[in-house]
């Protein structure tokens, strides 16, 4: 008998290795998004779908812009609420990692929050918004691969440029000439931050007609948007063309 269970436990571990050489090695190569900008995402493609299905005709309204033609305000409004240790981890917040799956555990919550800006690019470009545990792991490998081939300002400048704020409205530019008529570089303090705010769900919160909540988010991270300083244009490499808040 104990042989038998030292077949099946070596067998089973020998499976998970396998599986989980197959998953890395079937990573995407995020190499090139050191000097090519990503003409569509997995989320936008996501969007088109749904659209198709619905009979609708699929909406995309997105500029891309380098990471010095967006306002300083926005880049403090986006760390603050979606990932305040954004320039101290490698990718994966573990500390707010593991108070997720403690909430999760203890408070039958549904897996909350815990995604750095990181891991939002990597589900943005390349997944989807399943929970699907393999998929979660899939994000995680993904944002320690980007952390490791590009800076923290391409993560941002890109992570700026794809983000859904709202139906078929893609990145800073497109949201903020929608919302306010005005470039992202032109935005200030108040817009940044209930552009921010709306970030947690863009298609349920809009700028556009912004509820109590979403009035409370953008005034708790206008408050807290002086404790963060984003790096400087003047570095970054532009190609052109978590601990966030409840």
Not at 94 to 101: A, G, Y
Not at 120 to 142: G, H, T
């Amino acid at each position: 008998m104990a042989k038998r269970l030292l077949r099946w436990t070596l067998a089973a571990a020998a499976a998970g290795f396998a599986a989980f050489a197959y998953l890395y090695l079937s990573l995407p190569d995020v190499r090139a998004l050191r000097k090519e900008n990503p003409p569509t995402t997995a989320f936008m493609e996501l969007r088109a779908r749904e659209s198709d299905k619905a009979g609708k005709k699929p909406r995309k309204v997105q500029r891309w812009v380098p990471y010095e033609r967006i306002s300083p305000s926005l880049k403090r409004a986006v760390i603050v609420s979606e990932d305040a240790a954004f320039f101290s981890h490698e990718g994966v917040d573990f500390d707010e990692l593991e108070k997720s799956f403690e909430d999760s555990w203890s408070k039958g919550k549904r897996l909350r929050g815990g995604s750095t800006i990181t891991q939002q690019l990597a589900k943005n470009l390349y997944l989807s918004p399943s929970r699907n545990p393999v998929r979660k792991i899939e994000e995680l490998m993904i944002a320690r691969r980007l952390e490791a081939e590009l800076s923290k300002r391409r993560i941002l400048e890109l992570y700026l440029n794809v983000i859904e704020w709202g139906d078929g409205i893609w990145g800073a530019e497109a949201a903020a000439r929608s919302y306010f008529q005005k470039p992202a570089s032109a935005l200030e303090a108040d817009e940044s931050a209930l552009l921010a705010a709306a970030i947690i769900n863009p298609r349920r919160y809009s700028p556009a007609r912004p509820s109590p909540y979403l009035l409370r988010r953008q005034e708790l991270i206008r408050q807290r948007m002086g404790d963060v300083e984003p790096p400087a244009p003047a570095a970054a490499a532009a190609p052109g063309g978590p601990g966030g808040l409840p």
